[in-house]
């Protein structure tokens, strides 16, 4: 009897997730806490590599914590499938750990069709991608984007190194620099994660293939008028930093209309007014803007038009103006192939599918500059991500998880 053609078993993945996420879980809040290096992260990796030392796979971390499960020829490069476990504080439960989740589901799908890969199939769960020390740590490491000075600098936003998270763990920092893969032994990067926006869900589409990531430029801008007393001083003779700050925030969707593209999204996501008390103008406000989009010069030129609009306004009120670029990401365009490649299988095996850019980072989009990468997105309900509510249907996932088996099988060559 010729075995049955390589599926994706939904209850064994429910099942694998369900087991990721009984680590770092608050019962009170509803929501998982994995952030990179914490004690539910590193109990959540040992667990998943006995998982895939079960399955029979080459289990291995580098280290920089990178967990990998290898699945066919020892030697070569590889197909590399997977995602993230770590999660932002307060996270979901499907961001990162169901792309990790469904790349082992794969490789049990595959073993069970008895499909041996020609090329080796690794599946890989990255550490601190959500960024608790800035960056995507594990990602970065693979293609030795790392360096010392950096390690040496790494600090989280309650002012915890990264070496003493790791040194508190038994784990050497310096050895970051060891997880750097030789050119050439990774062939592919696919990874499959939920989409953190509407548009599937809107479109009732259960498949994303992800073409471009959104670059991210962070600026810090400080206005600086004049505190005073807010009864006694005239409104026309006020330095209010809050009300320069306002006036700016206005202009946004002028500026997005006039230099951006419908991927621009600029959000003044922080705020700090001094002194921040009801009876006084507010003298000083110091606050973040980030500005995203999939090309670099609208990037460029949404810059250079918020801080022209930032100046004028700052004339206008009687204000002082200081800019600061905190970080400049540029956007990335993942493999044109593999994308193509994806819509290819998702058509041949009645999978709905859209092209789409990714509005947020991901590990591969760090990938793609060491090898081809690949991105597949499943719906987010209502689009909410890195909170309790954060969710997608398992119809919608196992379609995804699916075209993953599919490119998977395609990508490394696997035949009976
Ligand atoms: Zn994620």
Known sequence: ???????????????????????????????????????????????????????????????????????????????????????????????????????????????????????????????????????????????????????????????????????????????????????????????????????????????????????????????????????????????????????LAGTVPELIQEHGTDQSRITIGHVELSPNQPHTIPGRAVFSVILRDTCEEVMRALKSGFVERAAAVAGRHGLSLETTERSWLAPVRLDADIAARLSELADAHGLPARRMPSGAGHDAQTLQGFCPAGLIFVPSRAGISHAPEEHSDWEDIVQGANLMLQALIDLSGASR
């Open 1 to 247: 009897m010729p075995r049955p053609s390589a599926t994706i078993d939904l209850e064994r993945l429910k099942t694998l997730l369900a087991g990721v996420n009984s680590f770092g879980f608050d019962p009170a809040t509803g929501g998982y806490n994995r952030p990179g290096f914490s004690g539910a992260d590193l109990d959540c990796r040992t667990w998943f590599s006995a998982q895939m030392q079960a399955d029979g796979l080459k289990v291995w971390s580098d280290g920089a914590l990178n967990l990998f499960g290898r699945f066919g020829p020892p030697d070569g490069p590889c197909i590399m499938a997977g995602s993230h476990l770590d999660t932002v504080v307060n996270g979901g439960a499907f961001d990162g750990a169901l792309g990790v989740c469904v790349a082992l589901e794969c490789v049990r799908a595959m073993k069970d069709a008895g499909l041996e890969p020609d090329r080796a199939i690794e599946v890989v769960a990255t550490s601190e991608e959500e960024g608790r020390f800035g960056g995507m740590l594990g990602s970065q490491a693979i293609t030795g984007e790392v360096t010392a000075g950096w390690i040496d600098g790494a600090v989280d936003a309650d002012g915890i190194r990264l070496s003493t998270a790791m040194a508190a763990s038994g784990l050497e920092p310096c050895h970051i620099l060891d997880a750097a893969r030789p050119a050439g032994s990774i062939a592919a990067f696919l990874e499959l994660h939920v989409e953190q926006g509407p548009v599937l869900e809107q479109e009732r589409l259960p498949i994303g293939i992800a073409e471009e990531v959104s670059g991210v430029c962070y600026l810090e801008l400080t206005l600086t008028g004049i505190a005073n007393h807010s009864g006694t001083t005239p409104m026309h003779l006020r330095s209010d930093a809050f009300a320069g700050l306002a006036e």
